[in-house]
């Protein structure tokens, strides 16, 4: 019929005789009016479709090509080839979290199944995250229902031992410290259909913070940067990750487990909390996860996941308040073992609120991480954290942004005062930040931290970032040496940020860390990180314990505290003791207080809190200058006698019978890791940018247009139906 | 009446427009694709002379690492730092994560299909492209081979000991939409620096004998 008709047209004779077919009203003329009509429509909606579809393209356009292969430096180009079910034969996870929670301290109980679904005898290897100030002193494998109870050991020690048992076709179970907040479970010589769970236990002090108790309970590891250039193989032993050891990062390979990539989530998690503090509660909420709560008395509430088990994707955080009059100024706690006395102080100093005069013009640096790791939600609530702050500073402070990946930039070449016009342009500036590229954080705090200027400023710095990098320890090097009269605060972004970057940077910084996990909260917890830049700090504090008592307490320099911070302390006494004198200086005011000892309440884990606390110094030590080999010593020494998991202790459980038969072999699997929430696999492993743009489209669709319009003209169709109306 | 022959006349100009409008986009990204690299050379020049991140103009946030030229097809391009979008519209772009250009491991450079890498599709094995690094030096690539991946299932591995080139461009070359998942990538691999005879008779520019 189409065809027809366009032949038609074809003839303007044959237009004559439409026209006095559509004069008198024929059918025939009447319906080609409609079928015209109805092709232009369609014609139109195609049209705007493909621009929908173009100006779609334009922003992908803008966004997928920031990626790289930031997982790896250089070589050649490899064909992935791995299937949809490429993970078939590695064992599957399921974890059960349960913690408790009483006074100062939580204790956790994480029991991790191991499920093998495949025929093969096979391996599991899985890499976890866990707060970076835990303790892990237990760990316990069970097989059906026996039970082997780990035992502590020096880290190559322990390796030996697991690897022995694993040849041997013994089921064991390691677990191994990488990184303080990060830890390895290794099961060996699970059968076909087994399931072999591996329990561990650990211990946190929680942070108490401007008059709230918080609790983070790390699920998901951000995959880690890893800078340098990679070291050949054969020298190291080399873990399961993604990553090359790297001159950089020695152990790169242990600290990067396989992320999955297939459809929907992995590794689910269930999640119990028994909260009992004693004292009545105004507030509890769970941040990012939806929670069933049960109260059973004052301050005891039974929490658990709303909505069952969940993917371990994202951190779980858990603030409560005490209510009004209730809020702790002062606890200790006290722990006697084998005729030594453990304490967990803590103590609060009043509130003072701002200086009365003038505060000091401050001079700020920020730094944001535009990294790919960044991207998705991350990037998002970093700009709006650091508008925010853009529009907190006052006319007579200085400021300049920093942003960096694999190169770093920065806003103005010297830092400038904060006026309008300034502020407009660093406004523009980081509206347009992007995430994509390395983390080389290095560079970007060299810039932040050199340069410092005139002392009439207070110089802030405050660095915004996931922290997803391999190479903390040197970074905290560099923040050492550099720091000079700067403080250095950081803003921990994302639903997986590094929490020990965050704590130890903000350490060295002599500055305080704070976590944004969702845009919502942008607000809320910039405001209290503000109230802490701009309230007075309390300084030089000093603890001293009463005459006759041996002491050996931790940290040994209390660091300065920020608006709403308490001092916490682990210490170690010969006696009882009598008494605690604390002291400090707050904007040149003295400040003391005294603690009666013997009115300590009985707790649990002091002992082992002390302990880290005190591994924790140690290797802190290395960063002043202390001789590596004799904090080894030191560290293991501590571990060994508290049962902890080190940088140089590992816990270890061998069943005793072997279990797999010689002839079979044994398959050894990394298990896979899901990408945390709101991030990108394209941006953080992505690999290729987009290559094609839309020129070619856009002059096709111009052309048909064009084309269109001469049809029409042509024919004058349209006017013949105004004609038609004129008569 | 009048109401009808303006909706008429609306309609067409809207087409007009909208037709103009579309042709000239299409035309400003090859405007734009051909005029960057004209500007780039200036960059370049202050590269050469040893100054670190000369951008082409002030606002720009990339600057010249290379000069890429592969006489059997007459091209001469200039290689930009990062591959993001707003880079790859003005000159093929390389990828931050992958080796500096002319350095040991394996270099990526991106470019669109339907501009600066449109002669991708007509490279050959053994053909001979060139890499001038801003100190001056100039490195020969052979081509190897060309392969066609998925994107999201490619990645790179580490191969520190030779100095590789990896060109990438989309597929397929005759697509009109863009945002394909499929890439072409033509690999090379660092040789002698021995002009290759054959090449005289390939119309190299830079190629003299005599």
């Not at chain 1, 709230?212 to 590891?221: C, E, Q, S, T, V």
């Not at chain 1, 970074?475 to 972004?493: A, C, E, M, N, Y």
Request: include cysteine; hydrophobic fraction near 40%; aromatic fraction near 8%.
């Amino acid at each position: 019929m189409f065809r027809t008709t366009r032949h038609r047209l074809g003839y303007r004779k044959k237009r004559e005789y439409f026209h006095d077919g559509y004069a008198s009203k024929s059918g025939i003329v009447v319906w080609l009016q409609r079928f015209v009509m109805v092709v232009l429509v369609i014609v139109l909606m195609v049209f705007l479709m493909l621009l929908g579809d173009v100006v779609h393209a334009d922003e992908n356009y803008q966004q997928l090509p920031q990626v790289n292969l930031q997982d790896v430096s250089e070589g050649s180009l490899l064909l992935r080839t791995g299937k949809p079910g490429m993970y078939q034969q590695v064992p599957i996870l399921h974890s059960d979290v349960d913690m408790r929670i009483s006074g100062m301290i939580m204790r956790a109980r994480i029991k991790q199944s191991f499920r093998n679904p495949g025929q093969e005898w096979v391996e599991g290897i899985y890499v976890f995250p866990l707060p970076d100030q835990a303790a892990v002193d237990h760990m316990r494998m069970h097989i059906g229902d026996r039970v082997i109870e780990g035992v502590i050991k020096e880290k190559q020690e322990a390796k030996r031992i697991y690897e022995q048992a694993r040849r041997e076709g013994k089921k064991a179970a390691l677990t191994e410290q990488e990184r303080p907040n990060m830890f390895t479970n290794s099961v060996a010589n699970i059968g076909p259909g087994e399931t072999v769970v591996v329990e561990i236990e650990y211990q946190q002090v929680l942070r108490y913070d401007q008059g709230k108790f918080g609790l983070r309970f790390p699920m998901a590891i951000t995959p880690r940067y890893i800078p340098g250039k990679p070291v050949s193989e054969n020298i190291t032993v080399t873990g399961t990750g993604w990553a090359k050891n790297t001159n950089q990062v020695p152990a790169a390979s242990r600290i990067t487990p396989p992320v999955y990539q297939g459809r929907g989530k992995i590794n689910p998690v269930s999640l119990r909390i028994e909260l009992d503090v004693g004292y009545p509660l105004l507030e509890v909420k769970s941040l990012y996860h939806r929670m069933a709560q049960r109260k059973h008395g004052v301050g005891q509430i039974t929490l658990t996941l709303a909505e069952g088990d969940v993917p371990a994707d994202r951190d779980f955080e858990l603030v409560w308040t005490p209510d009004v009059g209730h809020a702790p100024k002062a606890a200790l706690f006290s722990e006697k073992i084998k005729g030594e006395f453990y304490h967990l102080l803590m103590v609060l100093p009043p509130e003072q609120g701002a200086e009365g005069g003038q505060p000091m013009a401050r001079e700020v640096i920020y730094i944001i991480d535009t990294s790919g790791s960044m991207s998705g939600t991350s990037i998002e609530q970093a700009r709006r954290s650091l508008l925010m702050a853009l529009s907190r500073l006052r006319p007579r402070d200085r400021f300049n942004v920093i942003q960096f990946n694999s190169t770093t930039d920065l806003l103005f070449s010297q830092v400038r005062e904060a006026n309008q016009r300034n502020l407009r342009r660093a406004q523009r500036y980081v509206r347009d930040l992007d995430a994509n590229g390395g983390t080389e954080m290095a560079p970007a705090l060299t810039a932040a931290l050199k340069g410092q200027g005139e002392s009439q400023y207070v110089r802030q710095v405050i660095f915004l970032t996931d922290g997803s990098v391999g190479n903390e320890s040197a970074l905290f090097d560099l923040i050492k040496q550099h720091l000079g009269q700067s403080r250095l605060f950081t803003v921990g972004i994302g639903s997986a940020p590094n929490s020990y970057f965050m704590r130890k940077a903000a350490q060295y910084g002599r500055g305080t860390f704070t976590y944004i996990g969702d845009v919502r909260e942008v607000n809320e917890k910039m405001a209290a990180l503000f109230t802490k830049l701009e309230s007075p700090v309390m300084s030089d504090l000093d603890v001293q314990f009463s005459n006759g008592v041996q002491v050996e307490a931790w940290p040994k320099r209390v660091p300065d505290l920020y608006h709403g911070e308490p001092i916490i302390l682990a210490a170690k006494t010969s006696t009882a003791g009598e008494k605690v004198i604390i002291k400090g200086m707050r904007s040149l005011a003295p400040w003391q207080a005294t603690l009666n000892m013997t009115q300590g309440r009985s707790g649990e884990g002091i002992g082992v809190f002390w302990a880290r606390s005190k591994i924790a110094a140690l290797i802190d030590s290395v960063h002043e200058g202390a001789d590596k080999t004799k904090v080894r010593e030191e560290v293991i020494n501590v571990a060994l006698t508290h049962h902890l998991v080190s940088r140089y202790t590992s816990l270890v459980a061998v069943d005793v019978t072997p279990t797999r038969p010689q002839n079979a072999s044994l398959d050894s699997h990394a298990l896979p890791v899901n990408l945390p929430q709101g991030q990108n696999y394209q941006k953080i492993f992505g690999q290729l940018p987009q290559t094609a743009t839309p020129a070619e489209l856009h002059l096709l669709i111009g052309f048909v247009l064009l084309l269109l319009v001469w049809l029409i003209m042509h024919y004058r169709l349209f006017a013949r139906i105004t004609g038609e109306h004129d008569k | 009446m009048n109401r009808k022959r303006l909706g008429y006349v609306l309609l067409i100009a809207a087409l007009v427009i909208a037709g103009t409008w579309q042709i000239g986009q299409g035309l400003y990204i090859h405007a734009k694709a051909l005029l960057a690299q004209e500007l780039l050379e200036n960059a370049w020049l202050k590269t050469r002379n040893g100054e670190q991140r000369a951008t082409p103009w002030p606002w720009a946030d990339t600057w010249p690492v290379a000069r890429l030229s592969v006489p059997s097809q007459n091209i001469s391009l200039i290689v930009l730092a990062g591959d993001s979008g707003r880079t790859l519209a003005f000159g093929p772009g390389h990828n931050f994560g992958s080796a500096t250009l002319g350095e040991n491991g394996n270099s990526f450079v991106s470019g669109h299909r339907d501009t600066h890498f449109r002669f991708l599709e007509y490279l050959q094995p053994g053909d001979r492209v060139y890499v001038d690094t801003p100190q001056g030096q100039r490195k020969v690539y052979r081509i190897e081979q060309a392969s066609i991946v998925e994107a999201g299932e490619a990645w790179v591995e580490s191969e520190p000991q030779t100095s590789r080139l990896s060109l990438v461009t989309c597929y397929p070359f005759e697509s009109i939409v863009p945002g394909g998942s499929q890439r072409y990538i033509v690999s090379a691999v660092e040789v002698n620096p021995q002009p290759d005879q054959s090449e005289l008779f390939k119309g190299n520019p830079e190629y003299n004998p005599f």
